[in-house]
């Protein structure tokens, strides 16, 4: 067997070879002393189906990962050209977050840049990474600079089934910009690829501990305003989510209430690529009023809308905000006077400045937080009928902060006074 191995700077590895096979003739050879580090947690490289997919467009597979460690570090997978080389033809490797629509792709992980391709049976293989992904997740590929034409085209083996992992038998593909799913005649939708991963360091459990009453008590820690996931197994084969979390102050106590008596149960914790909203609420006594405060927690300098409702699907919106710090408390007066009122945070909508819930100052002026990008300059507009603006300032974001205070004073006037923050194009 004649074999070329050629490799780049970019922690890219390609190889020519005359035979199918080739990933796994890398596996047990290794390549150009390039150590491929961590715990495999995904593999389907054996099982060739003797057949190819091409296509123009980006596509690639949802796949579910073995093992315990979820931060990438390696990435195989083999591909055919079929196509006389002119330096001209690529690829490109990209990592998805699978929160969008029907959990279909969305929130891009990773992308690998320009990478070369060859003609014949071809392995790319990225090293090197740190990319944090769930138990779950997307890759997708894309072939650059051919027609898709016979004789100048390139696509992905296919290979069923996975040995470690496992992968549905469609796969995702993109086309004018909507993610959809496709099937492969008679056969599953599966494709060479081979996965290793770190653990991931930035978050861990702490601590462990048995409480009289049979439950258990977890403290995990990380970076402040990330999330995470719990999992747990009674068997260390079969690994279940107990719930998910947000760390706000360098670690979070989570407990389990749920063990059975006399199980060994284990847990593991997985970082989530993608920041969830989470919040909470209390009722606080001021003199003989009572107000609720809601605390919402997220990713800082993304916007997210409280919503309320007295019965379960009738949500209407509260009000937008921005978070700075990543964490938001908003006061509302109405709530604590119902026996019953729901509330609950949602992504977006994505606008570049928000204007905070107003404080009434004791020289009846109202206080403003406004949000927005760094460097932006907006106005601050207010009117009494909704239809009429007068700006009152204009005001810039520094470019080490998302916020600044603004006070009116309109409101020592008599009657009903609105205001709007407005972003001016640069």
């Known amino acids: 067997m004649d074999t070329i191995w050629k490799s780049n700077q970019?922690?890219?590895?390609?190889?020519?070879?005359?035979?199918?096979?080739?990933?796994?003739?890398?596996?047990?050879?290794?390549?150009?002393?390039?150590?491929?580090?961590g715990e495999v947690v995904y593999d389907n490289t054996f099982g060739y189906r003797d057949s190819w997919y091409s296509s123009r467009n980006e596509f690639g597979d949802d796949v579910t990962l073995s093992g315990k460690a979820r931060s990438i570090s390696s990435f195989d997978v083999e591909y055919f050209g079929e196509f006389n080389a002119t330096g001209a033809e690529s690829a490109r490797i990209r990592f998805y977050a699978n929160d969008g629509p029907q959990l279909s792709p969305s929130t891009l992980l990773y992308e690998s840049g320009r990478l070369p391709i060859y003609p014949g049976y071809n392995l790319a293989s990225l090293r090197g990474l740190a990319i944090s992904v769930s138990n779950n997740f997307t890759w997708s590929i894309v072939f650059e600079g051919l027609s898709g034409s016979y004789s100048n085209r390139a696509g992905l083996l296919i290979y069923d089934p996975p040995v470690l992992g496992s992968s549905y038998s469609d796969f995702w593909m993109k086309k004018e910009g909507v993610w959809g799913t496709y099937v492969l005649k008679n056969k599953n939708a599966n494709f060479p690829v081979r996965i290793q991963a770190d653990p991931d360091p930035?978050?861990?459990?702490?601590?462990?501990?048995?409480?009289?009453?049979?439950?258990?008590?977890?403290?995990?820690?990380?970076?402040?305003?990330?999330s995470g996931e719990l999992w747990y197994s009674d068997d260390q084969t079969e690994w279940l989510l107990l719930r998910e979390f947000n760390i706000v102050s360098d670690s979070v106590v989570l407990g389990d209430r749920t063990v059975p008596p006399g199980v060994p149960r284990s847990y593991r914790v997985v970082r989530s690529t993608v920041p969830r909203l989470q919040l909470s609420s209390k009722v606080v006594q001021d003199g003989e009023t009572q107000h609720r405060v809601i605390r919402v927690s997220g990713a800082p300098g993304s916007t997210f809308t409280l919503e309320t409702a007295i019965r379960m699907g009738d949500w209407l919106p509260l009000t937008t905000h921005v978070f700075?710090?990543?964490?938001?408390?908003?006061?509302?007066?109405?709530?604590?006077?119902?026996?019953?009122?729901?509330?609950?945070?949602?992504?977006?909508?994505?606008?570049?400045v928000v204007l905070g819930y107003p404080h009434l100052l004791?020289?009846?002026?109202?206080?403003?937080?406004?949000?927005?990008?760094?460097g932006m300059d907006c106005?601050?507009?207010?009117?009494?009928?909704?239809?009429?603006?007068t700006t009152e300032a204009t005001r810039a974001f520094s470019y080490m902060s998302k916020t600044f205070n603004f006070v009116s004073e309109a409101m020592l006037e008599p009657g009903p006074v609105y205001y709007r923050a407005v972003p001016i194009a640069p």
């Open 10 to 37: 970019n922690g890219l590895i390609v190889g020519c070879a005359r035979s199918l096979g080739l990933l796994s003739l890398l596996l047990v050879y290794g390549v150009l002393g390039l150590e491929m580090t």
């Open 324 to 352: 700075c710090s990543g964490i938001e408390e908003i006061t509302d007066p109405p709530g604590s006077s119902f026996a019953t009122r729901f509330y609950r945070a949602v992504k977006g909508p994505e606008i570049p």
């Open 202 to 226: 930035s978050m861990e459990i702490l601590s462990e501990q048995s409480l009289p009453d049979g439950s258990r008590k977890l403290v995990i820690t990380g970076p402040n305003f990330s």
């Open 379 to 389: 106005l601050i507009q207010r009117s009494v009928d909704l239809q009429n603006w």
């Open 362 to 374: 004791a020289n009846g002026a109202v206080e403003f937080l406004v949000s927005g990008s760094p």
